[in-house]
């Protein structure tokens, strides 16, 4: 059982270099030793950052059902597998053991089966966290189909624009989701999508709310008299380590999102490999990550990882203030979590209610915090490591992407000592290199630059779904030969990493990642609106927030400057979801751009934050002139 689980520091260095030396027989050894093939593969590695193309096990065969449950219930069918907290405190957690998952899982595949999902095809997955959700993915992946994960807090257009650009012949959902003390009528949002989605011929609809909805005949069935109806057992399909397992979408800095595909085998050796680390995972802990399945984090470490390790992991329904700030430390009092993955979002939300939560929960059971999806502020990492942790419960800082597929930098617990706001060191077999603005490398510490990776790992997004030549422009033509992360990072004097932030135009706000691009295009279809651009300004809770400045249409009217605010969130909310309201608006005369048109962000994110200290020259600017206006009515 060599190097699966490393123990302590030097333990790290040492297979660290073995992994960089020879990544090839490094990883066969890790999949050969850990997983269930049905046959070996031919080539471990074959990649060229160029064209770019990566492949891992080629010639492999497998089901990563297989792995995440079959190979467990010799000894392991009656360990729970997911542990289900309802939304309603008061309804009862659900265990579901492996045996439970096996036959569930059987029966949702059978049924995709009979209604005609074969090797290959595209499904649509727009649920919320209830277990069917994991059932639904593992249902796809045993015969072959390919997961498209929508979350379920984005809007009918986005969701009409991700099953399109997918092309899914099918869409799970449910009738409604709970959100705290909301309920959200999630099949309308399916309906209206599906007004501009002709390939979805069948729709499978798992009764949650039990809400009034409309069944379109011959399209819309309930899930659950179809399962009743179904076998429990199921043979998989064999799949080649490089077929396709997922797609999921990430924003970018065109209106268009990106599909990003991982495949099989390099996936599963590689989300199963960090979660054993970064978690320090052991058998009998209780592994919760609060994220939800619609996000990469879910699908890797709540899903993938955890199962492939014949883990319990937690899935929640709900939300962390409902139905108080309580919530999230009652639920790890109930069920003695040991593991705890959340957002920095969420601990600053936590941290603003103080510790009277905290102090009346049992948190002794807790043995590693987690974060990710955004830099964590030193006051928020402080707050989790005192109040959460107590100092005993070391953080894993974890950075990484959907493009990554999994951890690619972070401590690992009890063997790195760790550094507040420092996703520290680089996991093993991930090379790292900062780069300089004119695309040379920065090498040594104290280092500043933009975030590359060197060499390929094994879960590596192999292209973007339909349009690998933006997956070649996007990640590897910043640099040569290099795969570009779009973020900022710092090494320090020991060789730690701390990210500094994105580069280009996304933002993270609450963990999402949002490209700027299609907010704009929202608000441009606003009637009176000529342009906009948006910018994040720094937010106690969420990270950042978003400021939108908007020029307006010369009519000559008057217009009311609050109604056209709330009628452009509507917009935004309508094309993309909720997540993406802007916190400001400001309306202005006209947008600072360069002689060749191009809107200079950085000045009005500078103003944004109300840092004007240093906003550059700005004579050579098409329009200087609009500066002053701009910050003469910063919001
Ligand atoms: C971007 C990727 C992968 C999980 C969820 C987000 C930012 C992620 C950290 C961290 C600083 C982080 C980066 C990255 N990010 N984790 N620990 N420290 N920044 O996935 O939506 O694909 O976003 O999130 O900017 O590029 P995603």
């Known amino acids: 059982m060599s190097n699966y689980h490393i123990k302590h520091l030097e333990e790290y260095y040492q297979v660290y270099r073995k992994s960089v030396r020879n990544p090839e027989s490094f990883w066969e050894e890790i999949a050969e030793e850990h997983f269930l093939w049905r046959k070996k593969w031919d080539t471990v590695l074959s990649w060229d950052f160029k064209k770019p193309e990566v492949k891992w096990f080629e010639g492999a065969k497998l089901n990563i059902t297989e792995n995440c449950i079959d190979r467990h219930l010799a000894t392991r069918g009656d360990k729970t597998a997911i542990l289900f907290e309802p939304n309603d405190p008061k309804e009862a957690a659900q265990h579901i053991t492996y045996k439970d998952l096996y036959h569930r899982v059987n029966k949702f595949a059978n049924v995709l089966k009979a209604k005609g999902v074969t090797k290959g095809d595209r499904v649509c997955v727009y649920l919320p966290m209830i277990p069917e959700l994991a059932v639904a993915i593992l249902a796809c992946a045993r015969i072959g189909a390919i997961h498209s994960v929508v979350f379920a807090g984005f809007s009918s257009i986005a969701l009409a624009t991700r099953i399109n650009d997918a092309d899914c012949k099918m869409v799970i959902t449910s009738d409604g989701s709970y959100r705290g003390a909301k309920s959200i009528d999630l099949k309308g949002i399916v309906d209206e999508a599906l007004e501009d989605c002709k390939g979805v011929n069948k729709v499978l609809v798992v009764k949650r709310t039990k809400s009034e909805i409309m069944m379109k005949a011959g399209r819309d069935e309930w899930l659950q008299p179809l399962l009743d109806d179904a076998s429990d057992e199921l043979v998989a399909t064999v799949m080649d380590a490089e077929d396709p397992l997922f797609i999921l979408y990430t924003s970018g800095s065109t209106g268009m999102p990106k599909g990003m595909v991982h495949s099989t085998g390099g996936y599963l050796v590689y989300t199963a490999y960090t979660f054993k680390n970064v978690f320090q995972y052991r058998e009998n802990d209780i592994y919760w990550c609060t994220a939800d399945i619609g996000w990469i984090t879910g699908h890797s470490y709540i ?12 899935m929640f329904e709900g939300v962390p203030s409902y139905p108080d700030y309580g919530r999230f430390w009652d639920i790890v009092e109930k069920h003695k979590i040991t593991q705890f993955y959340t957002a920095p979002t969420a601990i600053r939300a936590l941290a603003k209610e103080g510790v009277t939560y905290i102090d009346t929960h049992d948190l002794s059971s807790l043995k590693v915090l987690g974060t990710v999806g955004e830099p964590i502020n030193e006051e928020a990492w402080h707050w989790y490591d005192d109040n959460v942790g107590k100092r005993k419960a070391p953080i894993v800082d974890t950075w990484w992407q959907t493009e990554t597929g999994g ?42 630059g933009r975030l590359c990776i060197k060499f390929p790992w094994p879960s590596i997004a192999r292209t973007i779904w339909g349009n690998h030549q933006r997956y070649k422009d996007t990640y590897f033509s910043a640099y040569e030969n290099m795969y570009f992360t779009g973020d900022g990072a710092l090494r320090d004097e020991v060789g ?22 299609p907010i704009e295009d929202a608000i441009n279809e606003h009637p009176t609106v000529s342009e906009s651009a948006i910018v994040g300004f720094p937010h106690d809770i969420k990270g950042n927030a978003l400021y939108g400045y908007v020029t307006l249409k010369e009519t000559g009217e ?65 329009n200087p002139e609009c500066v002053q206006e701009i910050m003469d009515n910063v919001l």
């Open 303 to 314: 899903v993938y990882g955890p199962l492939a390790n014949g883990a319990t992991t937690v």
């Open 407 to 448: 951890i690619m930098i972070t401590p690992i617990p009890f063997c790195t000592p760790t550094k507040p706001t420092y996703a520290t060191l680089p996991f093993i077999g991930i090379q790292p290199a900062l780069m300089d603005e004119n695309g040379k490398e920065i090498k040594g510490d104290q280092a500043d």
């Open 496 to 517: 730690y990493y701390r990210i500094t932030g994105r580069v280009d135009d996304v933002i993270i706000v609450s963990g999402h990642n949002l490209g700027t691009a």
């Open 558 to 622: 008057s217009r009311n400057h609050d109604n056209l605010r709330k009628e452009i969130n509507q917009i935004i909310t309508e094309q993309i979801g909720p997540i993406a309201k802007l916190d400001k608006i400001q309306f202005t005369n006209g947008l600072p751009k360069t002689r060749s048109g191009k809107i200079m962000r950085r000045i009005l994110r500078k103003i944004a934050g109300k840092d004007t200290s240093n906003l550059g020259d700005t004579s050579t600017l098409l």
